[in-house]
């Protein structure tokens, strides 16, 4: 059983969490009481299900079948289902930023079964699990994001990696609508 790291998780995210962080305290000290409760509400929940989903998460190879584990469910697939591996190095953020290995797990129709991503799984378990899959692997090298390697198997990179602005969108907008919603209520 492969298991993520959370050390390793830590140490790649510390900064990208820091604006949250400032955020958050912020609003705990400054916001008042719906500030206060909005910020408390976000660090509750951010400390309970982020390390609930590394208590939880896995990836578990037996002699009939791959099973992956994530926070709310197992997904279960033959194990002469999955057709290949591939590998690459991809940015974190943007093309000039760090570059951190990722695994795919694809099946033969090459959609995705698997994925460990760098942030989260350190490169000795990726490696396990190619010796242990012992399936064809597909080394890719650094690529320049993971658009790039959507172009060459289009079913192993979801949409918000495909787009990584639309992600950043997805946590600013509803960031800045809590900010002017705390603003309007400190105004009245």
Known sequence: MLRPSLRRYLSTVKWSLL???VLLAALLVRGGGFGAAVSLVVIALASSIGP?????AAITVTPSELAVTGLLRT???PRDAVGSIVTAALPRTHQNSRSLAHLYVLDR???RIARMTGARWVEDDMRRLMATLGVETHKLGRLASARALAGRYPHAVGLLERYPVLAGALVVVPAVAAIFAISMEMSS
């Open 109 to 111: 129709g090459g959609r």
């Open 75 to 77: 997904r279960r697939v």
């Open 19 to 21: 604006p949250l962080v």
């Open 52 to 56: 609930a989903w590394f208590r939880r």
